[in-house]
């Protein structure tokens, strides 16, 4: 047994409540070399009593570990534990206290796990449950829709025109009402708009007034009309918040450019000396070295927090707004996001959390803080699988593993799982312009566990580099559309609405077994049971149906649907031009896998195909 690899903690994403009188336990190991996992727990203020045992099963692998869950429940939630590992040859006891060969007897108090009250913490929420069902449509203000010309920047280029860091193109709030109606026809819930408050740029992530919104964008009664529009559709809003930095033209700051040291709000930003300057390079903290334009604030000073923490309150208060999404969040002090969402939550309890974290988010996601991030390393795992074709199929379910072994698993349904968004490449352009590349990695996104999200654009087709071209105007020629990618998108929501167990249900990888092998995995509860299979290779590949009823017996809570006949439910085809054929229809030669007629599933290139267990 390899004891140098097995690793717990009682806290994070190791150990977490999933209700008043259930702990989720995780335990890490050398992948292959344990064959069974039990926790053994009880009362921690009756050490002595008669133990609970409950078997953890395994629930992935990340390539050099294997990771082992299970769930504990006791009356009172206050548990003492520890685990009992066995390798075929040896068993081994685990607690806070090391390895053992034998239970502890003398001083179990301070050899086990603790975990000593669950309603204890009650700092740490739960994602709000309408996240889970969550279909997410991300707008660039500015390059989405131009409503109302009368309110157009003075130097407004032509609707179309490639974008520069600085141009403005007239999109809006009324552009977007305009628009409702195809927004909806994607199945989208929830609208996320990047930041609509006063601002100097294109972009508004330079704040100027937090209580304003920006008049080339609307103002508070469009604004107001334009979220009751979203609801009367049942269409969320989540707005976007930039409290690591204002703009330069902020009045604090301006009133420290002006005054020094005499203004009251020197002490709001970070400044190395006076008068302040800019050039050569500005000597004030900045969002980024040399951003001038953006001096960071010091949200550790308690006039900062409650000045920015009130505009949030006055407008999801005023609009009714249902989330926010945080810029540049891992750059904020977590005091401030812990005062944030306190006071959020008094206002709507079932407030939307997001911050923009580029990595390993988990320090922002205990439940304290956070709902959910923008999940660019689940991007970046797409990217290098689907588009970039640098990783085979067994390094991205390993990759998937990972991170998703990072949090809560209460968090992992409200990630953000986005393919585009308005600071990086657009997905197609990273697949060389190959719409079956982006279909394929959508299919995926719109079955795997998380909140789908669509950088709008996306769906019908739109291109674009690096920023800022990848911030293009939304075409709304249709004659540009690419019509079979934007059915595809719509298909897939409709199968994500049809099937809650892909909203809400476990996941397993079921088959990765090699670098081009097909990737074959399950999502199922209680009800219902979905396999997925996708063929990421230029080359038909066929599934075994045996073998995949094999993997589903030995997959704890998968075991009553192994061998069960299924149904084709949704199927991906392309044709010589890489255009699908079928999208959302059954393939009647193709997949019966029922385990006694059809032994194969067989899968065209870059293909996929979304089969119901029947019960």
């Not at 989720?24 to 344990?34: K, P, S």
């Not at 919104?213 to 989540?238: K, Q, Y």
């Not at 990737?519 to 979905?530: E, G, L, P, S």
Request: glycine share 8%; charged share 25%; proline share 6%.
């Amino acid at each position: 047994m390899l004891e140098h690899a097995i690793w717990h903690t009682p806290y994070d994403s190791m150990a977490y409540p999933l209700s008043d009188d259930r702990l989720e336990v995780v335990l890490r190991a050398a992948r292959g070399d344990l064959r069974r996992v039990e926790a053994v727990y009880t009362d921690r203020y009756t050490p002595h009593a008669r133990p609970e045992r409950v078997r953890l099963w395994p629930a992935g692998s990340d390539g050099l570990y294997d990771y082992w869950r299970g769930s504990m429940k006791l009356q009172y939630g206050r548990f003492m534990y520890y685990f009992q590992l066995e390798d075929g040859e040896m068993r081994v006891f685990y607690g806070e206290g090391g390895f053992s060969e034998r239970p502890p007897q003398d001083e179990p108090w301070t050899w086990c796990f603790q975990y000593p009250c669950i309603w204890y913490h009650g700092g740490m929420d739960d994602p709000p449950g309408w996240a889970r069902d969550a279909i997410v449509y991300q707008i660039f203000v500015d390059r989405f829709a131009n409503g109302a010309p009368s309110n157009d920047p003075s130097r407004t280029s032509r609707w179309g025109a490639l974008p520069t860091p600085r141009s403005f193109s007239g999109g809006d709030l009324a552009g977007i009402i305009q628009r409702l109606d195809y927004i909806s026809s994607l199945g989208v819930s929830c609208l996320y708009l990047t930041p609509i408050f006063l601002s100097s740029s294109n972009h508004k992530y330079d704040t100027i007034d937090y209580f304003c919104i920006d008049p080339h964008f609307g103002d508070e009664e469009t604004a107001r009309r334009l979220v009751n529009e979203c609801h009367s559709r049942g269409i969320r809003v989540v707005l976007d918040a930039v409290f690591n930095h204002s703009g330069y033209e902020f009045f604090a700051f301006q009133d420290v450019v002006e005054k020094g040291e005499d203004s009251p709000y020197w002490k709001w930003f970070t400044v190395h000396g006076f008068p302040v300057r800019t050039r050569p390079k500005p000597n004030y903290e900045t969002f980024g070295p040399g951003i001038w334009q953006m001096p960071k604030f010091r949200t550790d000073n308690p006039e900062v927090r409650d000045y920015l923490i009130s505009a949030a309150e006055h407008w999801t208060r005023t609009l009714d707004i249902d989330g926010w999404r945080l810029d540049v969040a891992d750059d904020v002090d977590h005091g401030f996001w812990r005062e944030f969402r306190t006071r959020m939550r008094r206002i709507k309890p079932d407030i939307l959390i997001v911050g923009e974290i580029l990595h390993d988010a988990s320090p922002f996601l205990r439940g304290d803080q956070m709902d959910s991030v923008m999940n660019y390393p689940w991007r970046e795992l797409c990217l290098n699988y689907f588009a970039r074709r640098r990783i085979g199929t067994a390094a991205f379910a390993n990759g998937l593993t990972a991170t998703a072994m990072r949090n809560r698993r209460q968090v992992q349904y409200a990630m953000w799982n986005l393919l585009g968004s308005h600071d990086r490449q657009r997905f197609l352009t990273a697949c060389q312009g190959d719409a079956a590349r982006l279909m394929l990695a959508s299919t995926f996104q719109f079955t795997y566990t998380g909140t789908p999200y669509i950088y709008y654009g996306d769906e019908i087709g739109l291109e674009g580099e690096d920023d800022p071209d990848c911030r293009r105007c939304m075409p709304w020629d249709e004659e540009k559309w690419d019509f079979k990618l934007l059915q595809h998108h719509r298909s897939l929501a409709h199968l994500r609405a049809e099937h809650t167990v892909l909203r809400r249900g476990e996941f397993a990888s079921l088959i990765a077994d090699g670098p081009e092998s097909p990737f074959v995995y399950a999502r199922w509860d209680d009800d219902a049971c979905i396999v997925v299979t996708l063929n990421n290779t230029e080359e038909p590949r066929e599934v075994d149906v045996g073998f995949v009823a094999e993997r589903m017996r030995n997959t704890h809570g998968l075991e009553r649907w192994a061998g069960m006949p299924m149904e084709t439910v949704f199927w991906l085809e392309h044709d010589g031009d890489g255009q699908r054929k079928l999208d959302g229809l059954p393939a009647p030669a193709s997949a019966t896998g029922d385990g006694r007629g059809q032994r194969a599933i067989r899968l065209p290139a870059m293909g996929a195909a979304v089969f119901r267990v029947e019960a």
